[in-house]
């Protein structure tokens, strides 16, 4: 069984800088695809990047050129470093694993979810 923590989040003004990280332990190997989504209040749960294991990353088209992906292995985590913050980016950030990677960003695909954590942008 995977188990994902998430941490990281806080609150800051639009323009501002956050980075999440997610530890991964419980058997999750370098080839697992791992992803960020995020959720907002009345809001479906929506992809915002995913990563293979090789590093080859897809984006949502609303944080292109604004958020960067990334994983550590060795460390078994995973982070978000998320810059340009804009108030339409306050959710509640989940970290997601699967183990058959097809660089998706539907919530379907992934079998473990971390419990979140928010991130707050204000205008």
């Known amino acids: 069984q995977v188990h994902l923590v998430e941490s990281g989040g806080g609150s800051v003004q639009a323009g501002g800088s956050l980075r999440l990280t997610c530890v991964a332990s419980g058997n999750i190997l370098s080839t697992y695809c791992m992803a960020w989504f995020r959720q907002a209040p009345g809001n479906e749960r929506e992809g915002v990047a995913v990563v293979e294991g090789d590093s080859t990353t897809r984006y949502a088209d609303s944080v292109k050129g604004r958020f960067t992906i990334s994983r550590d292995n060795a460390k078994d985590s995973l982070y978000l470093q998320m810059n340009s913050l804009k108030p339409e980016d306050t959710a509640l950030y989940y970290c997601?694993?699967?183990?058959?990677?097809?660089?998706?960003?539907?919530?379907?695909?992934?079998?473990?979810w971390g419990q979140g954590t928010q991130v707050t942008v204000s205008s």
């Open positions: 997601a694993a699967v183990s058959t990677c097809y660089l998706q960003l539907q919530r379907h695909y992934y079998d473990f």
